[in-house]
Structure formats: structure tokens, C-alpha cells
């Protein structure tokens, strides 16, 4: 049987948010930095924690219609998932920098290396929830076809 041909259009890639909590400390500073590299890698797209901590009615309503939510915690506070927990919004993805062996200090105590452990963690899916996961052409997924009418060709 012939392999579907993949969809070079990006409609069927899943559609992910990324709440960084983007803290003050080291580790909340590199949840800003990780999810600016995941979003220049095509994972998903940031948005800002303090913002959905208002309750901004499009950002809420597009967190709610996303295919996952990707929070990104900097320490075991976890600001950033009780802030979207507090508007209905669950995690599909919950990364603690802390538990990825990183320890919390000041602002500027990291290195790229922290950046690309915490990218790489997204990537593999570590901080995934039991709930089922949207397919991920990089991680190996198959396409169904993506509904904008290519038909698998463009």
C-alpha cells in the first residue's frame, strides 16, 4: 500500500500554545527562552501567561480551541499552570524546569545547553499529559490530510 503523501501546507501540523511563565529567576527566564525556540522550530506559538492571567477573551478562547496547551514552568511554583488552570485552560504539555535537573538562581545562571534541555523535552513529549496527544510529523506521526483541499499534494 502507498504512503499517503505529506501535506507540505502546514494545516494539518497540530495548532499548540506555549505559556511560558517567563519568572524573574533563572529558571522562569529560560521558559521565555524555550518557548522563543520552539516557536522559531514551528512546535507552536508563545503567548504571554499575563495576559491569559487577565482572562483576555481571544487568548482564552484560542487556548481552549488548541489542539494543546505546552506550559512551561520554571520552578515548582507553577504559576503559569495555575494561572491557565484559572481559566479553564489544562495543560496537554506541563514542563518543570526545575525537575529537568536545572537549578533555580539568579536572571542571567544559564546556558544555551538549559535552553536546548528544556526545548528538547517539549519535543519529546515529557511533560505530556495521559490524555491522548496530537499527531506530531516530527515525532513520527502520519497524516490524515489536512483538510485545505490539497488532497496530500501541495
Known sequence: MAETPQCSCGANEPKRIIFPCAGQA?????????A?????????????????????E???????????VVILDGCPM???KKIA????IAA?????????????????SYT?????KIVAACWK???????????????????TGCGCGCGGTC
Request: with cysteine; net charge negative; aromatic share 2%.
Open 36 to 56: 522563543i525556540q520552539l516557536t522559531d522550530e514551528g512546535y507552536g506559538n508563545i503567548a504571554c501567561a499575563s495576559l491569559l492571567a487577565i482572562g483576555a
Open 112 to 116: 544555551n545547553d538549559d535552553i536546548d
Open 92 to 108: 496537554g504539555q506541563h514542563i518543570i524546569v526545575t525537575e529537568l535537573g536545572i537549578t533555580k538562581g539568579p536572571s542571567k
Open 78 to 80: 507553577l504559576c503559569a
Open 125 to 143: 513529549g515529557e511533560g505530556r499529559t495521559k490524555k491522548a496527544a496530537p499527531t506530531d510529523k516530527k515525532a513520527g506521526g502520519k497524516d
Open 85 to 88: 488552570g484559572a481559566q479553564g
Open 58 to 68: 481571544s487568548l482564552v478562547a484560542n487556548a481552549l480551541k488548541a489542539d494543546e
Open 26 to 34: 533563572n529558571v522562569g527566564q529560560l521558559t521565555n527562552l524555550a
